[in-house]
């Protein structure tokens, strides 16, 4: 039985908590790497659609330290965007006319500036996302009115959910995160949000607990949204199933369970080439909490950077520079491509 840890590797200086191991591990692929897969496709060089959706990562810190995380974030990890970073981004979206901003970590709610960047982002009329793992809110005092301000600023929530049962979300995120999810949730509930006459979206998302896919995306939201609602009265508008990436401490779960080559061999025979077109790094930029660029955040926490030719920093934002890039591919990326595909808003496709 894998241990349960209460630091990220990071902390630990666990070797997978360097990118240059991770990255080997993942080039070590025997089968068809991804990016000769898109080449047999003719989609290569991959290139992106636009830039409809800013994704903020405002830190790696965490009140959680969960055993799938691919940000390897949790309570000891520092690494914070700073206000004079967050206005860079404000400075870069007003040049712009993106119109969607996605806020994440982390939990993003634990850095200091985060009210002040939500309501900066609210004055411009930006549709906010917030990634929420629900159990923040409940974490400290100063974070138990958090409902009442994401609704004063119509945010959209994004809350991470592993599973309607007790025993696999605290298998997966701790002991004692599922009540305190159904407590966060509930409170969410009482603003508004996920009720049907409400415009307060309510989103969960679902990741499987193990060295496996998910579900059909229709089929789990109807049983979560069953399971919810008859045994806690809980009401949602949409539930999104994301494929683990083998990255991080989800890469680390592999390897130590002697799971790596037969997850990655699941992803590959699951490519599904009409999922390429509808992968998030088509349509978004990840802003790490640095100012630096990323196509994904996937990406991101491998500090893949952007391709040489297009801007690397939010300082030099240029989205005319940014729409022109190559997008930069690894084997990490079949993740995306498996079954119905997975992006940071559920599959891409209809199975």
Request: aromatic fraction near 8%; include cysteine; proline fraction near 4%.
């Amino acid at each position: 039985m894998l241990k349960e840890r209460k630091i990220s590797l990071q902390g630990q200086d666990h070797q997978l908590s360097h990118t240059d191991k991770q990255i080997a591990i993942l080039e070590e692929l025997e089968q068809t790497s991804f990016s000769d897969q898109l080449e047999v496709l003719g989609k290569s060089p991959f290139k992106p659609s636009g830039i409809d959706i800013f994704q903020v990562n405002l830190g790696k810190m965490c009140n959680q330290v969960c055993k799938h995380c691919h940000v390897d974030a949790g309570p000891d990890r520092k690494e914070i965007m700073t206000r004079d970073t967050m206005q860079l981004c404000l400075d870069a979206l007003d040049r712009s006319d993106i119109s969607t901003v996605d806020l994440t970590g982390g939990a993003p709610e634990m850095n200091p500036d985060f009210r002040w960047f939500v309501e900066e982002l609210s004055k411009r009329g930006k549709h906010i996302m917030v990634r929420c793992n629900l159990t923040i809110i409940l974490a400290n005092k100063k974070y138990n009115d958090l409902p009442e301000f994401f609704k004063n600023h119509k945010v959209e929530v994004i809350s991470s959910l592993p599973h309607f049962s007790a025993r696999r979300t605290n298998a997966q995120r701790g002991d004692g995160v599922f009540e305190k999810s159904i407590e966060a949730l509930k409170m969410l509930n009482a603003v508004g949000y996920g009720q049907p006459s409400s415009n307060l979206k309510l989103i969960l998302v679902y990741n499987p607990s193990g060295a496996f896919l998910p579900a059909d995306q229709g089929g789990l939201e109807a049983e979560f949204k069953r399971k919810l609602k008859d045994e806690y009265d809980i009401d949602f508008n949409e539930l999104y199933a994301i494929t683990n990436l083998p990255i991080s401490r989800f890469l680390d779960y592999l390897v130590a369970s002697e799971n790596y080559e037969d997850y990655m061999q699941k992803l590959i025979d699951a490519f599904n080439p009409a999922a390429v077109d509808g992968v998030m790094c088509r349509n978004t930029i990840s802003i790490g909490w640095d100012g630096f660029l990323y196509d994904c955040d996937f990406n991101q926490m491998l500090d893949l950077k952007l391709n040489g030719t297009a801007p690397n920093h939010i300082r030099d934002f240029d989205v005319d520079l940014l729409t022109k890039r190559e997008i930069i591919l690894n084997n990490h990326c079949y993740g995306c491509t498996a079954g119905a595909g997975s992006s940071c808003g559920g599959s891409v496709v209809s199975e």
